[in-house]
């Protein structure tokens, strides 16, 4: 053990003089790119003889000497950094200072590295590269010699989120089909807030099985870190899956525990979840997996009727597709819940989509399960259709009182972006204050959407301070005449 803490003292001290080094050469590089601008200037001032006798050749050379230097520093920083990565995976079992210090160098090293291959990038181009200009000149900005640099890549230490932050130029140097000159990764703007939780995410081994850590990965996205970078690790699976019910069945049966990675839950199977027997899963959504009593009668039969005014929030299904007899085809459901709105939507030759996330429990896979297609996103995230190509949008007890204005605005404007003319929006039993009702109904107006349904109703078990509303609005022609 003593041996290992001097062994870990020893290299430490070793990385500590091979950053000095390092911070040297660095100093050294920006005085000599401080000194080459103040000589390109007095350069202006001097006789034409003077200019004349220079070797440009020798000039080139210098250049390239420079960028050759830079260039071995860079993949001097990278090996320790890959060292010291290693390194601290071994002794991660101790909290020895001397793990805390790697620690810290590395960050410095990476800090370094960032600003020296934007040095890099900042160096003129040579005679040699000279003649690649034409072909530049086409080029996207951020893909050119002069400009081109990691960017967001260098804030991150490990090196798989690096890799693929990274613009990646096309193999042959030409556009592609889709006329882009490469592929340009992205990831939400809060993965850099969440620096720590998204290299955790992304630590793992190429080609290996990933960690279970989907509930991480949905943290953050649900924070802003979406979409999320792909990964180079095989996804985890439930060990013994077995084959799904067949379709005339799954609609309405409770599938097989053994197809559900239950690690992440309260519940370990779709009896406990069905039951309702204890605190699990979202709140607005707790008997979502009883599928024969709570499930069953929904869209088909009114069940939420105010005693004292004989009104409903609920909406039947055969009465909203009526308003367009035929044209309802296809539709997406932006709710939490196990799929039942498509499932009864497909008895009526209307194929629904659902949006969803796991809060507490595997709606994603209960809806695939069921033999219809989930499509896991988040508030967060544009929707994935190309404009005007959806006939119905429906949403249920998720977009509620708890949404912040400007939010639900740019929601409804994307919304209306993918509803083609003519299409429906279903606003299903939103709910909310009394007093914030005037509020939000303005943003629903603000749509002008003409309406064919539009009603207002107490919500009976929070003491007469909140009300539902309900409507199925339809979306107009564009441009107004």
């Avoid at 990278?78 to 601290?88: D, I, N, P, V, Y």
């Avoid at 709140?283 to 009593?293: E, G, T, W, Y």
């Avoid at 708890?402 to 209306?416: P, R």
């Avoid at 109703?457 to 609005?473: G, H, I, N, T």
Wanted: aromatic share 10%.
């Amino acid at each position: 053990m003593a041996r290992a803490s001097v062994f870990l003292k020893f290299r430490t001290r070793r990385w500590v003089n091979g950053l000095i080094f390092i911070l040297g050469i660095l100093a050294l590089l920006i005085c000599g790119s401080t000194l080459s601008r103040f000589y390109s200037v007095r350069s202006l001032m001097v006789t034409d003889t003077f200019s004349n006798s220079i070797n440009p050749e020798s000039q080139g050379m210098t250049q390239s000497e420079v960028r050759i230097t830079v260039e071995t520093v860079i993949q001097k920083i990278q090996q320790e950094l890959k060292e010291m990565r290693e390194l601290s995976m071994e002794s991660s079992s101790s909290s020895s200072p001397c793990s805390s210090a790697m620690l810290k160098f590395s960050v410095v090293l990476a800090d370094i590295l960032g600003h020296i291959e934007s040095v890099q990038a900042s160096l003129p181009v040579t005679e040699g590269t000279c003649q690649q200009s034409a072909e530049i000149k086409g080029i996207h900005p951020l893909l050119k010699p002069k400009l081109q640099s990691d960017g967001p890549s260098s804030y991150f230490l490990v090196e798989e989120i690096r890799k693929y932050v990274k613009i990646k130029p096309n193999r042959l140097g030409k556009q592609n089909f889709m006329g882009a000159n490469g592929t340009f990764t992205s990831i939400g703007h809060a993965c850099f807030s969440m620096k720590k939780k998204l290299e955790d995410y992304m630590d793992y081994d190429i080609g290996d099985i990933c960690q279970d850590d989907w509930k991480l990965a949905q943290l953050l996205m649900v924070h802003g870190c979406d979409p999320l970078p792909r990964r180079r690790c095989f996804a985890r699976a439930p060990q013994l899956f077995s084959k799904p019910f067949p379709i005339n069945e799954s609609m309405w049966k409770l599938p097989d525990d053994r197809n559900v990675r239950w690690s992440q839950y309260r519940c370990k199977n779709f009896t406990c979840l069905a039951s309702n027997s204890t605190g699990k899963g979202f709140f607005k959504c707790a008997d979502c997996f009883n599928l024969s009593h709570h499930e069953m009668p929904r869209w088909i039969q009114l069940i939420n009727l105010d005693p004292s005014s004989n009104l409903t929030s609920d909406f039947l299904i055969p009465d909203v597709l009526d308003i367009k007899p035929g044209e309802i085809r296809i539709g997406l459901d932006f709710s939490v819940g196990t799929g039942t709105f498509a499932a009864r939507m497909t008895e009526f030759n209307v194929t629904v989509v659902s949006a969803t996330i796991n809060l507490g429990a595997p709606f994603s896979e209960m809806i695939a399960l069921r033999g219809l297609v989930p499509l896991y996103l988040t508030i967060n995230q544009r929707l994935p259709f190309f404009d005007n190509t959806l006939d119905l949008i429906h949403t249920t007890r998720f977009l509620d009182g708890w949404i912040d204005f400007v939010l639900l605005e740019f929601v409804l404007y994307d919304w209306d972006r993918v509803l083609r003319p003519g299409g429906l929006l279903w606003i299903d039993s939103f709910f909310c204050l009394k007093e914030d009702l005037d509020d939000y109904l303005d943003a629903f107006r603000m749509l002008r959407y003409k309406k064919h349904k539009w009603v207002v109703v107490p919500k009976l078990d929070k003491d007469d301070r909140e009300v539902f509303f309900s409507a199925v609005l339809e979306k107009p022609p564009r441009p107004f005449g």
